[in-house]
């Protein structure tokens, strides 16, 4: 899955304000438990882009996503759930979509006060996960997200853009040059110059025995 993963990261660094190495620090972070969530790479990558845009960034961001995933899904916030009338599971048991978790509670959330929707978010997002929590909810979850990700350049595109122009040229004139001492200069090396050099070295040393013998 390696290509896909790297095509998310690419499309949500030009959809948002985080860099690649953002993404992918906030990614190792908060992956098992995306995954454990029935999560994939490119809903992920969505969710700490969002998390991005609303300032949490990098490792942070992967680790307040992750903490809020705990937190859902932990007994400590059943009583959260239980009062909302709202479950993470459908009526099979299995965890339901992200996105659609995340929507259920905005609506729910819309109509609470304020001193309400701040106590819930700390139970349903712990005292670390409820900013991550709040920020998804304020984007009205990852569609739009993903959305933008879809319309932003491909990794490929990415690519191919960066071998135009001097970078390109300049790229391909070292791989010219890589290639050159593969074939040419490592050759040269090992079957002429090698020996040339040894045998100038037994010409000095053998130099050097005769004046000792004849200061």
Do not use: C, H
């Amino acid at each position: 899955d390696a290509a896909d993963v790297v095509d998310s990261l690419v499309r949500a660094a030009g959809a948002s304000s985080a860099s690649m190495q953002e993404l992918y620090e906030g990614l190792v972070n908060v992956g098992t438990s995306a995954n454990l969530f029935g999560m994939n790479s490119k809903d992920t990558i969505a969710a700490l882009a969002v998390l991005a845009e609303n300032g949490i960034k990098g490792a942070e961001a992967g680790t307040k996503l992750n903490s809020m995933l705990t937190q859902m899904s932990s007994t400590a916030a059943q009583g959260a759930w239980d009062e909302l009338g709202l479950s993470m599971y459908d009526a099979a048991g299995n965890v339901k979509d992200f996105d659609t978790i995340i929507g259920e509670l905005d609506a729910a959330f819309a109509d609470l006060t304020m001193e309400d929707q701040i106590r819930l978010a700390q139970d349903l997002g712990g005292a670390y996960g409820k900013g991550a929590l709040l920020a998804l909810l304020n984007a009205d979850g990852i569609g739009a997200m993903t959305g933008a990700m879809d319309k932003s350049a491909s990794v490929l595109e990415v690519a191919d853009a960066r071998m135009r122009g001097w970078e390109g040229a300049n790229e391909a004139l070292q791989g010219s040059i890589e290639t050159l001492q593969i074939n040419a200069l490592t050759p040269l090396l090992e079957n002429v110059l090698t020996p040339i050099v040894q045998e100038l070295t037994n010409v000095v040393n053998s130099v050097t025995e005769w004046v000792e013998q004849n200061p």
